[in-house]
């Protein structure tokens, strides 16, 4: 079973966008098991874009993830990895495709309004990252999975 982090990342907050894009995750059918407003700090930010250190827009990109409220949120299913990336779009909005949240909803590589992990040991590294096992229902049962995932 793979994990993923999503992060409503600090724009998405300020824009109003949180309920739309949550919405847009539950009505693909993810199961979502942690969830929490909370500002990122610098120490949290810099370990979790890690693998950035020493790009251009790396001293923008804490800056912007740590400027104000995010909502951090797991989830947990076959494939989400790849579910969620083609759900969120494309890095750049310019680039991305209509119907996904970035195509939709922004226009500006620095403010893409979501992270969502890129492969399964990010996944499960972020989500440990940001949650305690104690704040993930990571074997709620969930009585619509049999509509959504053949049996
Ligand atoms: P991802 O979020 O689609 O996985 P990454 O390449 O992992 O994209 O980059 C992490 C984040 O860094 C992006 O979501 C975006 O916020 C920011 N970023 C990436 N490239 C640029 C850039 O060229 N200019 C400004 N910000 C960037
Ligand atoms: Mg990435």
Do not use: C
């Amino acid at each position: 079973m793979e994990r993923s982090l999503i992060i409503l990342k600090p724009d998405a907050v300020q824009r109003g966008l949180i309920g739309t894009i949550i919405g847009r995750l539950e009505q693909r059918g993810l199961k979502l098991i942690g969830m929490k407003l909370m500002q990122i700090d610098e120490e949290l930010a810099r370990k979790h874009y890690g693998e950035h250190e020493g790009k251009p827009f790396y001293s923008g990109l804490v800056s912007y993830i740590t400027s104000g409220p995010v909502v951090v949120i797991a989830v947990a299913g076959a494939n989400v990895i790849e579910v969620i990336r083609n759900t969120v779009g494309a890095t750049n909005p310019a680039k991305a495709a209509p119907g996904t949240i970035r195509g939709d909803y922004a226009v500006s590589i620095g403010r893409n309004l979501i992270h969502a992990s890129d492969k399964p040991e990010s996944g499960e590294r972020e989500v440990q990252n940001f949650f305690t096992d104690a704040e993930l229902l990571q074997d709620f049962r969930r009585d619509t999975d049999r509509w959504i995932f053949e049996q």
